[in-house]
T-cell receptor, first 113, second 117 residues
Framework: AQSVTQPDIHITVSEGASLELRCNYS??????LFWYVQSPGQGLQLLLK??????LVQGIKGFEAEFKRSQSSFNLRKPSVHWSDAAEYFC???????????FGSGTKLNVKP | DAGVIQSPRHEVTEMGQEVTLRCKPI?????LFWYRQTMMRGLELLIY????????DSGMPEDRFSAKMPNASFSTLKIQPSEPRDSAVYFC???????????????FGAGTRLSVL
């Protein structure tokens, strides 16, 4: 069965520190990959996506993610976190062969001043 | 564009009552999604429309839930009768013009927080 795993439920980083949020998927073929962010009381907003081509993709707000086929991963990174980045982050997978879409369980990011 | 508009933002009702949630998608988007978000189950896709036609309703929990999209600019999610376990945040999202659900870039509304007492 297809699945998306975000192993970290909560992460706390200091402002200015680097960030990496992990995402692994289980799917036989290369999926479509997405990262969304949800601020408190708001809906989700797309940060970036990967469909094909260059495995390092750039997104909004200074985020980037790298698709690693061998590890079935699509980790989200930011070199220097700002307090406004505190939110919940969702990895999502579009399973092209089954035409299904799955969200991970989310990682809540806290930023220490 | 105003984005995806959902109403109401908050709804408090009593068990057994009918609840109707409303959504206005982004103009020009052909796909529409209804999600439910809870602490226990995370974000669940309930139903997906493309060009106003329900394509996949496998996520609708039971017959008490129904969704309609009478035209390209309006959709409703109805729960009748409502139960306390339906308490959740319900999101509507509209998507880019893709026939493939898997490839849609989704734009979310701010959600409706439903509390069933």
């Amino acid at each position: 069965a297809q699945s998306v795993t975000q192993p970290d439920i909560h992460i706390t980083v200091s402002e200015g520190a680097s960030l990496e949020l992990r995402c692994n998927y289980s799917y036989g073929a290369t999926p479509y990959l997405f990262w969304y962010v949800q601020s408190p009381g708001q809906g989700l907003q797309l940060l970036l996506k990967y469909f094909s081509g260059d495995t390092l993709v750039q997104g909004i707000k200074g985020f980037e993610a790298e698709f690693k086929r061998s590890q079935s991963s699509f980790n989200l990174r930011k070199p220097s976190v700002h307090w406004s980045d505190a939110a919940e982050y969702f990895c999502a997978v579009g399973a092209r062969n089954f035409n299904k879409f799955y969200f991970g369980s989310g990682t809540k990011l806290n930023v220490k001043p | 564009d105003a984005g995806v508009i959902q109403s109401p933002r908050h709804e408090v009702t009593e068990m057994g009552q009918e609840v109707t949630l409303r959504c206005k998608p982004i103009s020009g988007h052909n796909s529409l999604f209804w999600y439910r978000q809870t602490m226990m189950r995370g974000l669940e896709l309930l139903i997906y429309f493309n060009n106003n036609v329900p394509i996949d309703d496998s996520g609708m929990p039971e017959d008490r839930f129904s969704a309609k999209m009478p035209n390209a600019s309006f959709s409703t999610l109805k729960i009748q009768p409502s139960e306390p376990r339906d308490s959740a945040v319900y999101f509507c999202a509209s998507g880019t013009d893709e026939l493939l659900l898997a490839k849609n870039i989704q734009y979310f509304g701010a959600g409706t927080r439903l509390s069933v007492l």
